[in-house]
């Protein structure tokens, strides 16, 4: 069965910076999404930054500039380089993948939000805490 595996996180002061990595096992999809995720008290669960197999990399807009995805394809590998930490990135962050996925794909099923949505993620971590204070 696909096993989704995080490490990273843990607590930071604002501006400070943290790398979340996430690898997808006994997963055989060669056209597949990867993403992270994040999910704050009381808030929806929201994409972050979510790659495809393909290269296209989409990125919320308040971590542009701010946030780094990575995929290595032959590894099922994701990095999360979280540069420039804000308070409000706190939250519970979660790696998923889904297969015979696109950028194009995911953004059909919600065009607002562009490839971030997690509908239609098949695959979850358990999750890992990100604590960003001032």
């Known amino acids: 069965q696909v096993q989704v595996a995080e490490s990273g996180g843990g607590s930071v002061q604002a501006g400070g910076t943290l790398k979340l990595s996430c690898v997808v096992s006994?997963?055989?999809?060669?056209?597949?999404?990867l993403g992270w995720y994040r999910q704050s008290p009381g808030k929806k669960r929201e994409g972050v930054a979510v790659?495809?197999?393909?290269?296209?990399?989409v990125y919320m807009e308040s971590v542009k500039g701010r946030f780094t995805l990575s995929l290595d394809n032959s590894q099922k590998a994701l990095d999360l380089e979280m540069n420039g930490l804000k308070p409000e990135d706190t939250g519970m962050y979660y790696c998923?993948?889904?297969?015979?996925?696109?950028?194009?794909?995911?953004?059909?099923?919600?065009?607002?939000?562009?490839?971030?949505?997690?509908?239609?993620?098949?695959?979850w971590g358990k999750g890992i805490q990100v604590t960003v204070s001032t």
């Open positions: 998923a993948a889904t297969s015979s996925c696109t950028i194009a794909t995911l953004t059909v099923i919600d065009p607002q939000l562009k490839g971030l949505t997690p509908f239609g993620m098949d695959y």
């Open positions: 006994n997963f055989a999809s060669r056209r597949y999404c």
């Open positions: 790659a495809d197999s393909g290269g296209e990399v």
